[in-house]
């Protein structure tokens, strides 16, 4: 784990693990703790690793509900976790999903930890909205595509954008639902050339210089518009469920990514199928 200061009142945190980034903010006597580290050694290390740099938090946040940008739960068991109204619901419609992703990835990874995940108390958060750090807002601006919820989150005013798992300079998009992905990209590339950041914080990889981050979104929009009219024009000319997947397929990713991410290339060209022809029934997938 690193920690690397962004500005005098930013702090991002992070892991040996998917380069998942954890961001601390502090305003007059207070901090949040945006996202957070994944193993199990580095959420022990957390609190002292903030405290030690003057960023102890008061609360919890979290841009979406995947398991691994929960577990700031785990470094400070007793604070309320804030999320997007979208993502408790979704916790609320699958309890005990994130702790059963959670413990499948560890025992993929053999990794070991001392206690379960105990989500404990969440309040949901309406999006588009704010919340404060003492006298300064964050504002929440809706980012659904990658998950069906999710929020990223600006500091205006240090022109910090946090944008969950949208926009890493290491992975290409997975879309739970690639049209809402596309919408979000359309308005993060629309922030980004009319109302810029400094600096944007995606989920995984380096923190970006606003142009770099630009060039990013307009190239996973780029793939996700031609992964989007390579399953139409197959399937206007009478494709098959696996012809339109193969011609998904053959759309090149924005770019390159390391071979275990490759079945999520596969995992975007169903969910395009689906969106366009809904789930195949149980019968065709038998």
Known sequence: MRAVSISPDALVVTSA????????????????LIDSPYLPDELDALPGVLAGAGFEPDGL??????????????????????LAESSVERMHAAPGEAQRELR????????VRATPLALGQVQGLPVPGSVEICDRELELHPAEGHTVDGMAIFDREQ???????????????????PSAYRITLAGLIEMLREDP???????????????????????????????????VDALSHDATRDEARTAGLAVDLPRECPPDLEEMRGFNVDR???EILGAPSEEAAG
Do not use: C, K
């Open 197 to 231: 950041p400094e600096t944007v914080i995606p989920g995984h990889g380096p923190p970006l210089h606003a142009l770099d981050a630009l060039s990013i979104a307009e190239a996973d929009l780029s793939y996700l518009r031609s992964l989007h009219a390579a399953v």
């Open 104 to 111: 499948q990835y560890d025992d993929e990874f053999y990794v």
């Open 61 to 82: 946040l979290a841009t979406h509900a995947d398991f691994d940008h929960l577990l700031g739960r785990m470094s400070y068991p007793g604070m309320t976790l804030g």
């Open 17 to 32: 693990f998917w380069q998942t980034n954890a961001t601390a903010l502090r305003s007059g006597g207070e901090a949040m």
């Open 272 to 274: 395009q199928i689906e």
């Open 159 to 177: 022109g910090i954008l946090i944008v969950g798992d949208y926009l890493s300079a290491e992975e290409f998009p997975f879309a739970t639902s």
